[in-house]
């Protein structure tokens, strides 16, 4: 895990709202399970593309690889059913089939799309000269260690 404190990646944004604000934004941080960081992350991705200022997240608005998506829609995929986001996200761990299906369903990502996004995942892991591939045991009928796409 990043931490965002100390990388030249990130850097704090804050400012002052109505305490009863604050007291309802950390409320639903915590029963989603969603740091502080993210939630505020997610928000400003969303004001800044509705306002038409998206010019300098042009490569973040664009996920090329799963991580990069799952990274990006972290808050909306809270509920999606897949379990190890965070790991995903990271590029700790690739999902499995289902996972990804799930991911690119629930998100409504177009099928070219999601072919390109898989192809460049699974090329970035070939190339960084990985054994192999983390798959959770139920995989939806891929045995451990497979991985699949069609």
């Known amino acids: 895990m990043t931490d ?4 030249d990646d990130y850097k704090q944004v804050s400012g002052y709202v109505p305490n009863s604000l604050a007291r309802e ?9 969603m740091s502080q960081s993210d939630a505020i992350e997610e928000m ?3 004001w ?3 306002r038409g200022g998206a010019g300098s997240l ?15 829609n972290m808050a909306k995929l809270k509920r999606c059913g897949v379990k190890n986001l965070p790991a995903i996200a990271n590029g700790e761990v ?13 998100l ?18 070939v190339e960084n000269g990985s054994t192999g591939v983390k798959v ?15």
């Open 4 to 7: 965002r404190r100390r990388s």
């Open 25 to 33: 934004f950390k409320v639903i941080c915590a029963r989603e399970g």
């Open 44 to 46: 400003l991705y969303e």
């Open 48 to 50: 800044i593309t509705k």
């Open 58 to 72: 042009e490569d973040e608005q664009s996920p090329r690889t799963v991580a990069d998506l799952v990274r990006v």
């Open 94 to 106: 690739l999902p499995t089939p289902g996972d990804f299906a799930i991911i690119t369903s629930y």
């Open 108 to 125: 409504a990502i177009p099928e070219e799309e999601r072919k390109m996004i898989w192809q460049e995942t699974f090329k970035i892991s």
């Open 136 to 150: 959770y045991k139920y995989s939806g009928g891929i045995k451990e260690g497979e991985c699949e796409y069609s």
